[in-house]
């Protein structure tokens, strides 16, 4: 099983980028997919959440300007993100919760897609 996240790029403040995370492999089902943001010396922290049933996590921070979303039948989730900010920029990670063919649910991350918001 891999994540793979996608979308990062360049954005000027105010303008808007929309990351892709997909999982691949012998997959049965993926539940929780989740992303994550980190700059420099600082932990990962939780941007959004959202399970398979479609509940949803916003942090604080992103709230009105992130979205999360997700398509089941292409285990991908997506997160928009509108309104950027400067203090966006740093790397997003996915990360999710995939049970495989063997039955074992297992948590993954993601390599991390980087985003940079121009001031």
């Known amino acids: 099983v891999q994540l793979q996240a996608s979308g990062g790029g360049l954005a000027e403040t105010g303008g808007s980028l929309r990351l892709s995370c997909v999982a691949t492999g012998k997959i049965v089902s993926v539940s929780a997919m989740n992303w994550y943001h980190q700059t420099p010396g600082k932990e990962r922290e939780f941007v959004a959440g959202?399970?398979?049933?479609?509940?949803?996590n916003i942090d604080d921070s992103v709230k009105g300007r992130f979205t999360i979303s997700r398509d089941n039948l292409k285990n991908t989730a997506y997160l928009q993100m509108d309104s950027l900010k400067p203090e966006d920029t740093g790397v997003y990670y996915c990360?999710?919760?995939?049970?495989?063919?063997?039955?074992?649910?297992?948590?993954?991350w993601g390599r991390g897609t980087l985003v940079t918001v121009s001031s």
């Open positions: 990360n999710a919760d995939v049970t495989d063919w063997g039955q074992y649910t297992r948590n993954y």
């Open positions: 959202i399970g398979s049933d479609g509940w949803t």
